[in-house]
Each structure stands twice: as C-alpha cells, then as structure tokens.
C-alpha cells in the first residue's frame, strides 16, 4: 500500500537551488499524500531566494540541533543505541576521525524517528546520498523506519560508504541512467528506478512575444559560481568569439565561492562591457531571464552534474541550450535538435556552438521549439512526482 504521510528530507532546506524539492512537494500533496518536510539544519538567512521560502521554513523541521527528548530516548532503547553505534563505527570506508563525527547523527537520527512516530509518517524519503542518508539508515536502526533516497549526482560526490547507506533503503531513485547504474555498482540489490527532477512546464513556458532580436547573442546562465560549472570555460570562448567580430553578451544569475575570480578573469579578457553578474534570482526573476535571452549555456565539467534543472527550464521557455556532455545530458538532449551538446572544457567547441546559433536565428527558433516539445514529453514536475508515488508503493517500501 502506498503510505498515506510521509517525511520528506532535503539537506539545509530551503535554499537557492530548491525549487524543484517545493514543486514535488506540492505535487505529492496534490496527489493525496501527507508530507512533512524535514531538514538537517536551518540554511543560512537570505539563502533562498524564492518566494516560497518563508512558508517552506515555516513547514520544516530541523533535525540539528537535536532535541534533549531526542537524546533522552535513546537511553531507554540500549540494544538499539549500541546497534547504531555499531553501524557508524562499522563504516570501513569513513576515516575514524570522521566516524566519530558521525556519531552525532545518532541523536538527529532520534529526532527523526520521533517526529516520525509522532505524527505517524509512514516512510522517510531523503533527497541525499551524502552524510543525511546516514539519517535513513541510523532511523531504520533505531525505529525500524522505512526510508528510500535519491541520489543527484556522480556518488564520489557525495562520500562514502554507500552500501552500508543503501543497504536497509527501499529503493535509491537516480535522476539519470548513468547514475543508476552506479548504484547497482555499489548496492546491486538496491531498486534503483530513474526519476527525473521535474519543471513546472506551466510556469516556465515560452514567452507571451517573440523575445527581442539585436545585434548580440544574449547568453545567460543558471547555475552558482563554483568553478566545476565551466564559467570560465564559457568566457574564454566569448573572448575568442569577440576577436572574430560576433558580438555576444553574457548574464550571469547565481552566487558563489568563485564570484571575486570569476569578477577578475573577465576583467583581464578585457569583457566589463559585455559580462554581468546579476546574483541570486528569485524563480520568477529566472523566467524573465531566460524570456529575454537567446541561449542558455552550461558548461559544466567533472564530477557531480547529473541532469541540470536549470537546462530543462529553460527546454521548457523555448529556448536552445548549449551544454556540456556530463552526467545526464546526453539522455536530456539530442545533439542538434533539441539543444547543442559540446565537450567538457573544449572551448573552441563551446566557440563554435555559439556561433553557429549567433548566425542562423531560424536555428534558434527551431531548437527552442523541439525543446519545448521535450520538455512537455519528459520533464514535467508533476509525472516525475507520479514516477516517485509509484516508487513509493513498491513492495521494497510498503
């Protein structure tokens, strides 16, 4: 039987890139199911941008610091508290230093079993394979509780240890199939449907005029300012462009660790004129974004990107993408026709592809199009919700 309530778990909820965790959540209620969402701890002030981000800390509760009723319990279930000692020392792959780190999981794994009894949440699902999926497992130990994860990206990304993690889950849902099969790596009897992260195909929709032509190609980019996005990469084929004579430029929405380099980096290509850095943007200021633009580009490289929400809103805006081949991409987008796939790091392939899209507006128009059309088939919030529901109704869960 499907649970009728469950406990839905984001790390530091809500935050920047959260959207799509809220859009589940709202679908899973429209569903007809029960969802308390829970987090490990408060995000920092001003994190999210979002408009839902008030009423979505208002609905969550926060697992750290634990509470002393959390902590109490655990001296009155002995066997289960050694039992779940045992499962944090035992990790073999976990450094002892950060083993002992981990062992103050066991009193937020408490917190959640409680607030699970408490309101008789039927199953925790954690939208994490890092150090929360611990919390599915301690809480399984502890309180016997069903829980499944997904998993976001490449798993060297998210620690270790992820057998003893997926070990007691009911399932590990992937966002694309390559992380799928790296799942069935690690935890070979571990159901591992593909369940991809969902656009709201409503809102983020072509927009109500034909967007503005000019001379320049208005590239823009979703994503924080952390180096493994590829900005850099993206500039330096910009400053090849502009030496040729093609006039692009270059928003940047997001924030991070890299800004001040990023800030340097376009100063030395001598492209103040041409680059902007607009910051954090609320969904809505996202949708105006990619409404005014001609491209969206991600030039991710690495270890980590799976299958980027911001290139499925902006499939869904009509508008032509130009992405790395990385993690999922290739299965989002058929080269050419939907969207222009480019090598990592490969800056006179990221050069070309703008140019190619800088001179045939026609091409533009007819890779938004298919991209829309892709959008609508594959990406919308509310199937890949069902998809989850489905997964929640399996037998390994019920």
């Not at 002393?68 to 499962?87: D, E, I, K, N, Q």
């Not at 966002?175 to 195909?201: C, E, K, N």
């Not at 050069?351 to 919308?380: S, V």
Request: a positive charge.
């Amino acid at each position: 039987m499907t649970p009728t309530a469950i406990a839905y778990l984001v790390p530091e909820f809500p935050s920047q890139t959260h959207a799509f965790f809220w859009r589940e959540i709202l679908a899973l209620e429209e569903a007809g199911l029960r969802v308390r969402t829970l987090s490990t701890r408060r995000p920092a002030p001003g994190a999210c941008p979002h408009d839902f981000a008030a009423a979505a800390a208002a609905r969550t509760v926060y697992l750290f610091p634990p509470p002393l009723a959390a902590v109490a319990r655990l001296a009155g279930r002995p066997v289960r508290t050694l039992r779940a000692l045992a499962y944090v020392l035992g990790l073999s792959e976990t450094p002892w230093r950060r083993r002992l780190a981990l062992l103050g999981l066991i009193a937020s794994a408490s917190a959640l079993g409680r607030v699970c009894r408490r309101e008789r949440l039927g199953h925790v699902h954690i939208h994490s394979c890092a150090t929360a999926a611990h919390l599915g497992a301690l809480a399984a130990i502890l309180d016997d509780l069903s829980y499944s994860l997904t998993l976001h990206g490449d798993l060297p990304v998210y620690g270790t240890d992820h057998a003893a993690k997926m070990a007691r889950a009911g399932f590990v849902a992937a966002v694309t199939r390559p992380l799928a099969a790296q799942i069935a790596t690690v935890s070979p009897g571990t159901p591992a449907p593909v369940i991809w992260m969902g656009v709201d195909a409503d809102r983020f929709c072509p927009p109500a005029s034909a967007r503005p032509g000019g001379e320049a190609l208005e590239v823009v980019t979703v994503a924080r300012l952390n180096h493994t996005k590829g900005h850099v990469h993206l500039l330096n084929a910009m400053a090849r462009l502009r030496a040729e004579g093609v006039a692009i430029r270059y928003r940047m929405a997001g924030d991070g660790p890299e800004r001040a380099a990023l800030e340097a980096h376009v100063a030395r290509l001598g492209l103040q004129d041409e680059v902007r850095f607009l910051g954090p943007l609320s969904e809505a200021g996202v949708i105006d974004l990619l409404h005014s633009a001609d491209v969206l580009a991600l030039t991710s490289f690495g270890a980590g990107e799976a299958a980027p929400v911001t290139v499925m809103e902006a499939m869904a805006t009509g508008l032509p993408t130009v992405v790395s081949a990385i993690g999922g991409t290739p299965d989002m987008i058929e080269d050419g026709v939907d969207g222009l796939l480019v090598p990592q790091r490969d800056e006179e392939a990221i050069a070309a592809a703008l140019r190619r899209l800088a001179a045939d507006p026609a091409l533009r128009a007819r890779i938004g199009q298919a991209a829309r059309k892709t959008a609508l088939a594959r990406f919308d919030y509310r199937a890949q919700a069902r998809a989850l529901l489905d997964a929640l109704t399996s037998d390994a869960v019920a």
